[in-house]
Structure formats: C-alpha cells, structure tokens
C-alpha cells in the first residue's frame, strides 16, 4: 500500500470550557498551532500547586487507565480524560498541536468528540512540509486480560472491531466493525456519549469520579436498565461507538496513525493501552512506513528517548 501525506497543524487557535467528568471542576482549554515533528504535547497547569509540565501524548506518558486514561503521575501533574480529545485528533488527522489547560481534566463537553470534531472542522487544517509517518502492523500481537482481549493484526488501512457484552437489557452484546476516516468518525463514531450505570453512581463518588457526570454528557442507564436521558440515544448502539471512539483515542498515544486492524471484547482503557505497549515493545511486530524523503529513517530507540512526540524527526 503507497502511503502518502504531510503533517498538519491547526489553522488558528480553538478554545474550549467546561467541567471535567470526574473532578466536576472547571477546565479552560486552548488547543494551540504547532510545528512540524512537535506531535501533540499537553501544556498542564495543576489548579491546586500552580506547578506547569510538558506531557507528550504518547504511550510512555501512560499513568493510571481505571476509568479513563491519564498521562503523568496523579502524585504530581497530571491530565486526566484525554482519550475524546485525542480520538478527535487523530480521526481528523492532527499531527502537531501545543494543547493548553488549566486544569488537571479535559472538558468533558457533551461526553463525546463531537465538540472538537467541530472544531476542527471551523478552524481547518494547516499542511506542513514534512510527511507523515506511520506504524504498519506487521504480525498479530494479542493481550487477554481475564475475560476480555484486545488485538493488533496486519490490515491495509486502518480498522477497528470492537465487540462489548454487558449484562444489561439496555446494552447486552454490540459490535461494531469500521474502517477508520475523517468522515466516518465525524458521522458515526464521534457523537456516541461516555456512559454509566445509576447502581454505581454512589460508589463512584464516594472514590471521586464522576463528580461532574450528569445528563448533559453521559448516557445513565437506569436500576430498571432503561436510558434516564429524555431525548434518548444518538444511535441505536451508541455504547459500542463510544468504546470504539475510547480505542481510537487510548491508540492515539502511538505516536503515529497505526496501519492495522485492532480488534477487542470487553475492552476499555487498560486493555487498549497493554495492547499498545505490547505492540510497540515487539521490534518484529511494527515497521516505520513514510512519503520517500532523502534523509534517515530515525532509530526506534531514538523515538522513545525524546518521549516519542507524535512525527519525532525524520519519522514523518
């Protein structure tokens, strides 16, 4: 397969507001133009210390994954919830971008990546001079995880196929088979909503999540497995589309778009994330594949030394 391309930045700047979905705090957010081979780098202001750090959107960057991923240590600066975001991101093929935010949280919005996919979309796309890269699977590479597995095997294109089994009436057994474009994210993928049951809502709290969970941006299944949401679900199933949408974030960490199939049951954040560092940890798994260009292709050793920004050098 010829593959093609050039990175691309942000026309103009897009700001954002809201709460985050667990801390139920206020979050500013300023998604920022950068340069070539900048990747996507999240510039985080901690409300609480005032301290600023750099985090790469990479794999190595990972912390915890319980109920959303989070890049950095939560004993220091962190940003928590960036998978919505990073699916926008990559779906709508963003390569650099400095992403500014008081706060420890992305805005949850509506609880989907249809905000930002309208945001990008307003604003546009800036093509740089350097190519693209891409990760192209070469063998499968599969992680099981009690009753749940997630794999990478080789495609020609990028896919997912995603299959969720709940023992709930109002989800019970979704799949959903796509290959990954703008166009199809933007319309069947990025408005499904994060949701949850109302039997856990207590429980959530009493650990700190879903302080700021409402109906406004997530679907609440209900103790007698109806949807509470007044105006219902956007698709009939919605649940598997926001765990595909989940997948598509969590392996935005790559570091590059990945040529490849990725299939998972029962998955969720830390499933998505062992199968990416296994992927990526497996030299014989994955090759570099990029526009021909007239300088050297830059060691896999090379990439993860600097925190593997998106399009790290000449990779792109």
């Known amino acids: 397969m010829k593959v093609l391309g050039h990175q691309t930045t942000l026309r103009e700047k897009l700001e954002f507001a809201g709460i985050g979905v667990h801390s139920g705090l206020p979050v500013t957010m300023t998604l920022l133009p950068a340069e070539a081979n900048t ?35 939560m004993d220091g600066v962190y ?38 996919v309208e945001g990008i979309r307003e604003v546009g796309l800036k093509q740089l001079s350097a190519p693209r890269c891409f990760i192209r699977v070469k063998k499968p590479v599969r992680v099981d995880m009690g009753a749940s597995w997630g794999e990478f095997v080789p495609h020609d294109g990028s ?26 994210f933007e319309k069947e993928i990025s408005g499904a909503r994060t949701f ?14 879903a302080l700021g969970s409402s109906l406004e941006n997530s679907v609440v299944i209900g103790d007698d497995n109806r949807i509470i949401n007044p105006e219902g679900l956007r698709y009939e199933d919605e649940f598997v589309r926001h765990k595909t949408l989940d997948a598509i974030g969590d392996l935005a960490l790559s570091g590059a778009p990945i040529l490849g199939c990725y299939r998972s049951y029962r998955g969720g954040h830390k499933l998505n994330s062992l ?42």
């Open 159 to 184: 896919r997912f196929e995603v299959e969720i089994d709940f023992d709930s009436d109002a989800i019970g057994r979704q799949v959903l088979c796509a290959d990954l474009s703008s166009e199809i």
């Open 275 to 316: 199968v990416l560092k296994a992927l990526l940890s497996d030299r014989e798994a994955f090759e570099f594949v990029e526009v021909p260009v007239n300088q050297p292709r830059v060691a896999y050793s090379e990439l993860v030394a600097v925190g593997a920004p998106a399009y790290a050098a000449v990779l792109v």
């Open 79 to 116: 940003i928590a919830t960036i998978e919505h975001l990073m699916a926008a991101l990559r779906a709508m093929n963003v390569d650099n971008l400095i992403v500014e935010v008081e706060g420890n949280e992305i805005p949850v919005m509506d609880g989907s990546s249809r905000p930002y």
């Open 196 to 209: 949850g049951f109302m039997k856990d809502v207590e429980r959530l709290w009493a650990a700190g999540y």
């Open 39 to 73: 990747g996507i780098v999240f510039n985080v202001t901690c409300p609480r210390t005032g301290a600023n750090k750099d985090i790469p959107a990479n794999f190595t960057s990972i912390g915890a994954t319980d109920l959303c991923t989070v890049l950095g240590s």
